[in-house]
């Protein structure tokens, strides 16, 4: 599956971005799907992932209450909305695809996951 991540962009602190993930290739609600993000000098860190029905979903604590992650198998997309922004969550952010059998698992661990997007900047100025 190729995935084709995007919507960042430079935002003030309290604001919000929608970053989107377009998937193609093979049937979309075979996979869970993931947000990760890399800041300059940190390694890569979970974000966000959602089951492949959208019933189940998990958060990293640093962004529970202020990022939601959603899907639409029918339009191949995944979602992560942003309020509340910070300075630290200034990072590249990545999109990721994982093949599982069960509707309801997820996956929070980056090298379980196969696919990967490339990526797109979120900036958030101190």
């Known amino acids: 599956v190729q995935l084709q991540a995007s919507g960042g962009g430079l935002v003030q602190a309290g604001g919000s971005l929608r970053l989107s993930c377009a998937a193609s290739g093979r049937p979309f609600s075979n996979y869970v799907m993931g947000w990760f993000r890399q800041a300059p000098g940190k390694e890569r860190e979970f974000v966000a992932t959602?089951?492949?029905?959208?019933?189940?979903?998990y958060y990293a604590d640093f962004v529970k209450g202020r990022f939601t992650i959603s899907r639409d198998n029918a339009k191949n997309m995944v979602y992560l909305q942003m309020n509340s922004l910070k300075p630290e969550d200034t990072a590249v952010y990545y999109c990721?695809?994982?093949?599982?059998?069960?509707?309801?698992?997820?996956?929070?661990?980056?090298?379980?996951?196969?696919?990967w997007g490339q990526g797109t900047q979120v900036t958030v100025p101190s």
């Open positions: 990721a695809a994982d093949s599982v059998t069960s509707i309801l698992a997820v996956r929070t661990t980056a090298r379980t996951y196969e696919y």
């Open positions: 959602i089951s492949r029905s959208g019933g189940n979903s």
